[in-house]
């Protein structure tokens, strides 16, 4: 059974999009670096948000310009903060754009180790149209091993990263390990480590945050003890096709030396689906998880749902 988004929740997600785009101003421009807008004069515009796998700090976070659906052009770039924060100055531009995040390091949920992400393990993110004018500032912008899925299924539809494949692959994502209808580029997602964390957050927020202590629990449990980024980039290649089966177009995911992976050895068929779930379970009662979260059973649906998801064969 596939997992499909409510007609309200993709609704309401077209107009997050076109309020995110709305919020950037007028003006004239600087290099843009390619794509369908282009660039004119020196002028600047700003994009910031924050990039989570565990808040990770000391990375560069580079824009790219997106044209004729693959990555195109350098926009700019920034480094991450020690909460994860960045913010890129742009030159003028119109139209989608990926991020992408290399090094840096950051506290895992499931051992509140302090770890460095792999060199092969960068997380990006696609957003499906940018406005970037003098002074204009698109603010809230999330990065993480979900957005990495997301960018990773979009670039391997027919016809790569439009609007439209971008917008599906989020949405479709977020319906999947987050709920119907979740944004996961706006939402900002819990942080676990963090005392209280969970405490009055939305639902959204809740199991996103949740669900990324997940994988690193899953990492945990397969002897990841380098880094838990491997778990994250084999999750994103299995979402590049759209199934999460442990398989990549096809082809087994070869897990040896990811994350300093105990025994090597493919990606099991439901890692990304019902053992994750498992794994989530797990996270609930680990003494790393302070986020108020407590008790199996609240986070009991989204289980629920990532057993569907394997139940369904993967298909997102």
Known sequence: MKLEL???????????????????????????????????????GTISGTATKGPVSGATMTAYAISNGV?????????TSSNGNFTITMGAYSGPVMLQLHGGSFTDEATGKHVNM????????????????????????????????????????????????????????????????????????IDPAVAGSANGASVESKNYGMVLGAMSQEALGLGMATSSSGMSTAMTNDASD???????????????????MMGGGNMMATAGTSQLATAMSTFVANPMNVSGVTTVAEMQTLMNQLNQLATSGGHL
């Not at 990549?248 to 990811?258: E, K, L, Q, R, Y």
């Open 71 to 79: 990555k195109g052009g350098q926009l700019g770039s920034a480094m």
């Open 242 to 260: 759209g199934i999460m089966d442990g398989m990549m177009m096809g082809a087994p995911i070869g897990m040896n030396g990811m994350g300093g």
């Open 118 to 189: 792999l060199d092969a393990d960068d997380m990006t993110c696609v957003i499906p149209f940018v406005t970037v004018t003098a002074g204009s500032m698109m603010n809230g912008i999330q990065v993480t091993p979900l957005t990495s899925m997301a960018h990773a299924w979009a670039q391997h539809m027919n016809g790569g990263m439009t609007a439209t494949n971008i917008g599906d692959a989020n949405a479709r994502v977020g319906a999947a390990y987050v709920g119907p209808g979740a944004d996961i580029l706006m939402t900002h997602p």
């Open 6 to 44: 409510s007609r309200r929740g993709r609704v309401l997600l077209a107009l997050a999009l076109v309020v995110s785009s709305a919020s950037l101003t007028t003006g004239c421009g600087g290099d843009g670096g390619g794509g369908s807008g282009g660039a004119v004069g020196a002028t600047t």
